[in-house]
């Protein structure tokens, strides 16, 4: 049997992760999620309680924890806007076997874990404690190490904070200016190793909304 260990969860690291739930009407919700491993059968988040998944989690006691190094799924999970159509749907998902909630099918690993406890941390954010039921891995091959990927994920992530900070206090819009000058220098990584690729697609379409996002500040 498949455990955390054997998927590289070590205790004290945070993983970062895409997180599938229903909501109340049965819609399938994906949000990035940093996951850190308590003990080999209990993972813990540190979740905004405003979040629709803390809601979903609440509400069906439920989810599922994909690994995905899809930077597509991955950019469109965290930049709800890049989610045109709302392309993360149906067919991308199947219920989860053990738990309600929806299992991304292409991940690399889906983790089905069930609600066990919440602490809150202060008035906006809880430490939500997750049993985990069920480790469904794909068989695929181990893959060569890719800068453009990492480039990518690291330029997503920064981009998540760029927009509010955008229109923020001032040190939050020099500190978005900062992010920015760090995302050019992902794009030129990108460029540099991974030119014709999907991760330069990402990256063009990411700068072009940062552009956007400037202008409507
Ligand atoms: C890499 C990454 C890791 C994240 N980790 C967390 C996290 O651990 N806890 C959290 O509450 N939000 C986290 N977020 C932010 C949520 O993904 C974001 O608030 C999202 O809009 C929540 O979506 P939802 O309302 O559909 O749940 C993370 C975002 C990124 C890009």
Redesign the pocket.
């Known amino acids: 049997m498949i455990s955390l260990e054997n998927l590289g969860f070590k205790q004290g690291i945070?993983f970062?992760t895409l997180?599938s739930t229903y909501t109340k009407q049965g819609h399938q919700?994906?949000?990035?999620?940093?996951?850190i491993k308590v003990n080999p059968k209990k993972i813990m988040?540190?979740?905004?309680k405003?979040?629709?998944?803390?809601k979903?989690i609440k509400s069906k006691k439920c989810a599922v924890v994909n690994l995905s190094s899809d930077p597509a799924l991955f950019y469109k999970?965290?930049i709800?806007e890049a989610n045109i159509g709302n392309k993360i749907v149906g067919d991308l998902f199947e219920k989860g076997d053990l738990v309600d909630a929806p299992r991304l099918k292409e991940a690399e690993a889906n983790i089905e874990v069930s609600f066990l406890s919440s602490t809150d941390i202060d008035s906006e954010?809880t430490e939500i404690i997750l049993e985990v039921k069920k480790i469904k891995t794909t068989s695929c091959l181990p893959k060569g190490y890719c800068r453009a990927f990492s480039a990518t994920?690291e330029a997503?992530?920064l981009a998540?904070r760029i927009k509010s900070y955008l229109i923020g206090n001032q040190l939050q819009q020099k500190q978005a200016y900062e992010m920015i000058k760090k995302v050019r220098c992902f794009k030129e990584i990108i460029k540099h190793t991974a030119p014709k690729s999907e991760y330069a697609d990402i990256i063009s379409d990411l700068i072009r909304r940062i552009e956007i996002w400037k202008i409507n500040k």
């Open positions: 945070i970062e997180v919700n994906i949000a990035p999620m940093g996951v988040i540190k979740i905004y405003s979040s629709n998944t803390y979903n999970a965290a709800k954010k994920i997503i992530i998540t």
